[in-house]
């Protein structure tokens, strides 16, 4: 997504509200899902030589439940933050700071990484969900099976008996 800074030539900042389509390859969610339409939306600031970009990216992405591998939408609310400048040498002592080409910011990279950083490490389709059953592989919230789970350590097997009586 590129924004146009022109407007910041008469005034010190200026808002955005736009969606736009973001390609999610590099991120290998494991899902089919590889472009997500995006609500970005923010402030730019001009502080010279510096056009700080503040805002939030809102989208929905599908994951993987981490306990049964099924697919469902996860809503995400991202913060975003850039810092772009027309100074060369500003840029040069300063890694974070990206170029702005001609009156122009392009905010993609940032986009991505504000989804990125914000996408859970363990994603759950909901709170109770029982996962799969090790012995025969059904999904225990689709299709609970009656099979018997014999890998429990002998050292480990009292506190089933107290799992047994708290749960009658």
């Known amino acids: 997504m590129k924004l146009d800074i022109q407007a910041l030539v008469d005034s010190p900042e200026m808002t955005f509200d736009e969606t736009t389509e973001v390609n999610l390859k590099g ?3 494991g899902t089919q899902q590889t472009i997500c339409t995006t609500k970005v939306y923010g402030k730019v600031s001009k502080h010279k030589p510096l056009y700080l970009v503040n805002g939030f990216v809102d989208t929905t992405l599908k994951l993987l439940c981490n306990r049964c591998g099924q697919e469902e939408d996860y809503p995400l609310h991202a913060e975003l933050y850039g810092e772009f400048s027309t100074d060369e040498i500003y840029q040069n002592e300063n890694e974070d700071v990206k170029q702005v080409i001609g009156s ?3 905010l993609s990279d940032d ?4 989804i990125a950083l914000d996408i859970p490490l363990g994603f759950y389709c909901k709170e109770d969900c029982l996962g799969i059953c090790s012995e025969c592989g059904a999904n225990q919230n689709e299709n609970p099976c009656d099979c018997v789970n014999s890998d429990i350590d002998i050292r480990l097997e009292q506190f089933r008996d107290i799992l047994r009586f708290t749960s009658k």
């Open 111 to 114: 986009i991505l990484a504000s």
């Open 27 to 29: 991120l290998k969610l």
């Open 104 to 106: 122009t910011i392009d």
